[in-house]
């Protein structure tokens, strides 16, 4: 039986993944590579910064140190984190209050499980924090996913054992880091189709068989 629900942010909660794109492709067009798409983007979804970075690297060929790695990735946040100024309420996907008001209404548990290391500020920022019982980020965790560290932590946080959870997520790697850890898992958004999740929707919404879904 599930006790609680452990959120994914970026794609799932907060249309952040777009800002992402936007900083990682002025990055890419600054280091000579034009043909950053969105589909390159796609395949950053969930995963850690250093991982993000060398998507975008693999696309040119030229070769970095570690050192300079880390600069660039520096760069592209600040990219990003001056786009999150601009973040407010209107940036909280449609359906997402709702869903999360209702599920709190059942009597579950809401968690982050999200390897962003400025989740703090977005949640303060969409004001979300509120609805938000406990928060793994990518402040708490050295193992992004498809590694479960983040979901197992989240879990910890909320006192609940991994098969009382269920994670919801956009991301392939969030899908195998939530079975791998244990946990039944909901995909969702524009990619849920090729995910393998547990269950499937295309979005947040209360017409979710949620009822059914958290006493299977
Ligand atoms: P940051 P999630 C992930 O968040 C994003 O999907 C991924 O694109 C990003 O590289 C990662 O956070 C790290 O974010 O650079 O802000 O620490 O989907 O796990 O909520
Ligand atoms: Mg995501």
Redesign the pocket.
């Known amino acids: 039986m599930i006790k609680g629900i452990i959120f994914?942010?970026?794609?799932?909660l907060v249309s952040t993944?777009e800002l992402h794109y936007q900083a990682w492709k002025r990055l890419a067009q600054e280091l000579g590579i034009k043909d950053f798409t969105k589909e390159d983007n796609e395949k950053q979804?969930?995963v850690s910064r250093m991982e993000s970075l060398e998507i975008v690297l693999n696309k040119g060929d030229k070769v970095y140190s570690l050192e300079e790695k880390e600069e660039l990735a520096e760069k592209k946040n600040a990219y990003y984190v001056d786009l999150l100024e601009t973040l407010d309420n209107n940036a909280v996907l449609c359906g997402v209050v709702k869903t999360i008001r209702y599920l709190k209404q059942l009597g579950m548990l809401i968690g982050i499980g999200s390897v962003s290391k400025n989740t703090p500020a977005i949640l303060q920022k969409t004001e979300l924090d509120q609805y938000i019982d406990k928060v793994s980020c990518g402040l708490d965790i050295t193992n992004s996913k498809p590694d479960p560290e983040v979901f197992l932590v989240a879990a910890g946080k909320l006192g609940l054992e991994p098969e009382n959870c269920l994670v919801v997520?956009?991301?392939a790697a969030?899908i195998v880091a939530a079975k791998a850890a244990g946990m039944k898992s909901l995909g969702v958004g524009p990619y849920y189709q090729s995910l393998s999740a547990t269950y499937e929707a295309t979005g947040l919404d209360t017409d979710i068989p949620w009822e059914t879904i958290l006493q299977n």
């Open positions: 994914d942010l970026d794609g799932v993944d979804r969930g997520e956009d991301s969030g």
